[in-house]
């Protein structure tokens, strides 16, 4: 328990202390040192024994706030060991390793927050994302376990609404009263309530690394891989609609500072990491073709909701407004785009997402054929081919020329005839209309509009 371990650490001496951080830092940054995963887990709820409260942090106790600050040892491997640790305890080999991991990566990540204030640890972190192979995996991790933490906590609030409003309700028939029908929803209010707060605490911590991660720019360029960037838009996607959408009301509970369930907060932080975005291209155009989610009228919703409550500065405000602009302009573009492509051939859809394939690789294991950022993606959590469930890493994925070439040659065919679609079948056969005599006659009003001048394409 951590407050345990600052019970203990707050009677050791300085030097104590500093002896066990680098105790610490040197064992469970290391796989080799300390194999068993758990061990390494116990290490860092130790080492959040050693960080400072928040109330330390305002003045109550700087001793372990000026460890931190000071030592070297600390400052240049403390951040690696974390980030390592949040992939690493992935697979524990206990039978309880799915809920393992959420519980010691929450752990990791309080101590990130905390080190993420001092520019000797950020420095450290900017560091390590140059390693793309190894961040883009740490990347995954925290999407992961925000997409499940956030649905969690989505679902068990409309749960929570449910039954409140049963309860409330002095019409409900609650059938015999022997069944204690009542009591069994007032007892699954309570288990409902604790999923929700929970869950939304562990969300929002998660988001809040996002939120700071992205702001770094050299941090946020690993965020913007091909096999990254499109599940990103896709996660905000998802969560902007059930802030702004018509499932918002779903999530209206009567207790939200007790579950604290702060939706304007969520939806500052989502507007922060949308922005810091903004100005990569990919980022705005897998936004925009995000059928599943993607609505203008969320991305206004949330700009009146911001502007009205406040929660984020001008800026960044300023910064969401005209990103919510481009992105609607590219998702216009991608409209018509697709409309000139008509339907595209099963052979050339991606199996798993039925989407156009753009570098298409085959699977050796299976011999199937998909997109190389849907695989990618796949690969950073499950090494394993999804069709057969047979062994397979980057390595193995052999690039199919053939079936790219014929992508292309067919994307460039269906551009070719909608161009011709839209110029006239015999630009002779135009007649062109002679400037009109004056007679002394008001010329007759039929209504259409003038011809454009020029060669100004009409205003359709």
């Not at 903004?278 to 993607?294: C, H, I, M, P, W």
């Amino acid at each position: 328990n951590p407050r345990t371990h600052r019970g203990v650490v707050d009677e050791l001496s300085r030097g104590a202390k500093e002896d066990f951080l680098r105790l610490i830092v040197a064992f469970a940054g290391s796989a080799t040192h300390v194999r068993n995963p758990y061990l390494r887990a116990k290490l860092v709820e130790a080492l959040l024994g050693l960080t400072p409260t928040e109330k330390a942090r305002r003045g109550g106790h700087p001793e372990l706030q000026s460890i931190f600050e000071t030592m070297a040892f600390a400052k240049e491997h403390l951040a690696p060991l974390l980030l390592r640790f949040f992939v690493d305890i992935e697979f524990t080999g206990s039978h309880t390793q799915f809920y393992d991991k959420f519980r010691y990566r929450s752990l990791a990540a309080r101590i990130m927050a905390f080190l993420w204030e001092m520019e000797p640890y950020r420095q450290t972190v900017v560091r390590v994302s140059q390693d793309t192979e190894f961040f883009v995996g740490f990347i995954n991790m925290i999407v992961n376990d925000t997409i499940y933490h956030m649905d969690d906590a989505l679902n068990s609030l409309k749960e929570v609404r449910d039954i409140q409003r049963r309860l409330a309700d002095p019409t409900y028939d609650w059938g015999n009263p022997d069944e204690n029908r009542r009591e069994q929803q007032e007892t699954l209010l309570e288990q409902k309530s604790n999923t929700a707060k929970y869950s939304l605490r562990e969300a929002m911590q998660l988001v809040h690394m996002l939120s700071y991660l992205s702001a770094e720019p050299l941090v946020r360029e690993p965020f913007m891989t091909d096999d990254m960037r499109g599940r990103i838009a896709e996660m905000l996607n998802y969560f902007l609609t059930y802030l702004t959408g018509p499932k918002a009301k779903e999530l209206n509970v009567e207790n939200k500072a007790e579950l604290e369930f702060r939706p304007l907060e969520v939806l500052a932080n989502l507007a922060t990491v949308y922005t810091n975005f903004s100005e990569n291209e990919g980022f705005l155009t897998s936004v925009a073709k995000d059928q599943r989610s993607y609505n203008p009228q969320y991305f206004q919703k949330a700009i009146t909701l911001l502007r009205r409550h406040g929660g984020v500065s001008q800026e960044t405000l300023a910064r969401f407004e005209g990103f919510t602009t481009s992105i609607e302009a590219e998702a216009q573009r991608l409209g018509a785009e697709e409309e000139n492509l008509g339907e595209i051939p099963d052979e050339f859809l991606d199996p798993l997402t039925y989407e156009l394939m753009r570098d298409p690789v085959r699977l050796p294991t299976s011999d199937i054929s998909m997109d190389r950022p849907n695989i990618k993606r796949h690969l950073l959590s499950d090494h394993t081919d999804p069709f057969n469930r047979k062994h397979l890493t980057l390595e193995m994925l052999e690039p199919n020329d053939e079936l790219r070439n014929r992508i292309e040659a067919w994307i460039a065919e269906q551009k070719r005839k909608a161009s011709q679609a839209t110029l006239p079948s015999d630009p002779d056969a135009m007649e062109t209309i002679p400037p009109l005599e004056p007679s002394g006659e008001a010329p007759m009003d039929t209504g259409s509009a003038p011809e454009p001048a020029g060669d100004e394409p009409m205003d359709t």
